[in-house]
């Protein structure tokens, strides 16, 4: 069974930071892109960060040069480093893996259950 578990989240100050973790289980996902989700109440899933297979990296202007994202492929793990946290920054953070095509649109094949990240102001 192929799964992705999130680890990380918490409640923490503005200005804080929080390490996110994804580790795949149940196949590999070093040569599969992977990113990270999140979701505020009331809001729609944004993408937050991915990276590539070869270490390329896209973020979501909101959190450039806050939020490096990284892996790990001999541990089968990603990584969400998020500094200068702002409330804003509050959602519910997944985690995917390996894009595939659905029905004309990019999407992903793997999800993890989420974690909370609350930063209060």
């Known amino acids: 069974q192929v799964q992705l578990v999130e680890s990380g989240g918490g409640l923490v100050q503005a200005g804080g930071s929080l390490r996110l973790s994804c580790a795949g289980s149940g196949r590999t996902f070093s040569d599969e892109v992977m990113a990270w989700f999140r979701q505020a109440p009331g809001k729609e899933r944004e993408a937050v960060a991915r990276?590539?297979?070869?270490?390329?990296?896209y973020y979501v202007d909101s959190v450039k040069g806050r939020f490096p994202i990284s892996r790990d492929n001999a541990k089968n793990t990603v990584y969400l480093q998020m500094n200068s946290l702002k409330p804003e920054d509050t959602a519910v953070y997944y985690c995917a893996a390996r894009l595939v095509l659905r029905s004309g649109t990019m999407d992903y094949a793997y999800w993890g259950q989420g974690t909370q990240v609350t930063v209060s102001s």
């Open positions: 990276i590539s297979w070869s270490g390329g990296t």
